[in-house]
């Protein structure tokens, strides 16, 4: 009963959270493809470029992959490969996808945990980036709260999986 309502707790939150973290991470593939185009253009008609528009990319592309990791975790869309474990029994197969999600909860709270620590530490010696002298603390925060609601995800997942195996 406890499992059970811990479970619609985290679905009640991590759902929706993921769902605007995926919507932010649309928005800025978008702009991230127009400003590519303009700097191409820019490059080509005018013989300028925009500056920075290699930093912004990666800063930019650090949002889109880690605010949109959570969001696909809850549609399935990661790559699964099931051509063996798709003989074994139901049972069978929610233990390994128990053991599974177990597992990858834990690698991406250790991400979570590895970001902020080294977020922290950019911070402190106030790194910055070449071109447009931005600190780069910010975007590795960016990814430790996308490994954090990851790992969120992947709890839900598990406790789903859980659910499903002793439930039989």
């Not at 969001?71 to 099931?82: A, F, Q």
């Not at 834990?106 to 911070?123: K, Q």
């Not at 070449?130 to 709260?145: A, C, H, T």
Request: with cysteine; aromatic share 10%; proline share 2%.
């Amino acid at each position: 009963m406890i499992f059970q309502k811990m479970l619609r707790g985290l679905q009640r939150w991590i759902s929706p959270l993921s769902g605007v973290m995926n919507h932010i991470a649309s928005v800025v593939l978008f702009l991230m493809m127009v400003l590519t185009i303009l700097d191409v253009v820019l490059r080509k008609l005018a013989s300028k470029s925009i500056l920075g528009t290699v930093e912004l990319s990666e800063f930019m592309l650090l949002t889109v992959v880690f605010f949109a990791l959570a969001r696909t975790e809850t549609l399935d869309g990661h790559v699964k490969v099931d051509l063996i474990l798709g003989r074994f029994s139901e049972r069978t197969q929610g233990i390994v996808d128990m053991g599974t999600q177990f597992i990858c909860f834990i690698l991406a709270l250790l991400m979570t945990w590895s970001s902020f620590t080294y977020s922290e530490t950019m911070r402190l010696s106030r790194e910055v980036t070449q071109d447009l002298l931005l600190p780069k603390f910010p975007f590795i925060y960016i990814v430790g709260v996308g490994c954090l609601i990851l790992s969120f995800t992947l709890l839900m997942k598990f406790c789903t999986a859980a659910l499903k195996v002793f439930r039989k």
